[in-house]
């Protein structure tokens, strides 16, 4: 099997553990971490709604294209963006950005917005999500994006049957879900559940690696003690396995969020990780 494009999501090269203290931007420039994942091999990388905004007041929105360009990176997503169908003083700031990744979209090139459920506890009925998706996908879609809904194992959007009534129609336009491995199975999430999705519902993949049984909490565990590729438990086989089956032919994001890389060099992070998922492709 080729490999296909990876991309480095956003905590794979951040430098720092998220909810350590309030919400921060990464300590590593963006130029920086995008020079790395281009000379790595990657074809794009991520980045959240508060490092984008601060990237952008740093760099400006051409600055960022500009440098995406120059490192010859076609793919650019951003992530983080909460409580996107919620009501309230959380919804307010979900809007506020909501208008920030949206001018960036525009501006810079953002391929891909990624959107989870709630994992505070908070949960709204299936039917008023799948409305706020569908009109957060059509805004995607006027400024050029695409909108995944990434399954999270603790989430209020646990389970790919959920994910799909949440993604609805949009599917067969800019919508979808995304599977990463890890959520999968730390959630008891048998492989085959992907299979039995429409064709074309499941918009990105997402790969990872982890201990046979579970480490510490399962926050912990997944904020510290992601692996690399090939170097834990995971089936990453049955895995790709079922991703093949399914039609999906897209591009792959490489999510470790882990001690051992962020407390590495963000060059020797993203060669590292680049070079273990590149291998699962190669028989």
């Known amino acids: 099997m080729a490999v ?7 905590y794979t090269l951040a430098g720092f553990r998220p909810m350590d203290g309030p919400h921060q931007p990464s300590p590593i420039d963006l130029r920086q971490r995008i020079e790395a994942a281009a000379k790595a091999g990657y074809a794009g990388i991520g980045t959240d709604v508060m490092d984008l905004m601060a990237s952008v007041e740093r760099h400006g929105h051409d600055g960022i294209r500009a440098m995406l360009e120059d490192n010859g990176l076609t793919h650019f997503e951003v992530e983080g963006m909460g409580d996107w169908y919620a009501s309230g003083a959380g919804r307010a700031a979900s809007d506020a950005a909501r208008r920030e990744v949206l ?11 990624k959107v989870t459920g709630n994992i505070a506890g908070r949960s709204h009925p299936v039917a008023t999500m799948r409305t706020e998706f569908a009109t957060l996908a059509g805004q995607a879609a006027n400024a050029g994006s695409r909108l995944t809904l990434e399954i999270v194992c603790i989430s209020d ?3 790919v049957a959920t994910a799909l009534e949440v993604v ?6 800019n919508g979808g879900f995304l599977a990463d491995i890890w959520h999968f199975v730390r959630g008891h999430q048998p492989y085959d559940t992907i299979l039995a999705a429409p064709q074309g519902t499941m918009a990105w993949v997402e790969l990872d690696d982890g201990a046979a049984k579970p480490t510490g909490s399962i926050i912990s ?12 438990a995971f089936d990453i086989t049955g895995f790709l396995a079922a991703v093949r089956q399914s039609g999906y032919t897209g591009g792959v ?30 028989n």
Request: charged share 30%; no cysteine; aromatic share 4%.
């Open 4 to 10: 296909p494009p990876l991309v480095a999501s956003y």
């Open 103 to 113: 001018i960036a979209a525009e501006k810079i090139g953002v391929t891909q917005i």
């Open 157 to 159: 959007i646990a389970d």
């Open 168 to 173: 609805g129609d949009t599917a067969a336009t």
């Open 221 to 232: 565990e997944q904020l510290d003690d992601r692996r690399l590729p090939g170097e834990g």
């Open 253 to 282: 994001g490489v999510e470790i969020l882990s001690d051992r890389l962020r407390a590495l060099p963000v060059e020797e992070a993203a060669r590292l990780s680049f070079e273990s998922a590149a291998r699962q492709f190669i």
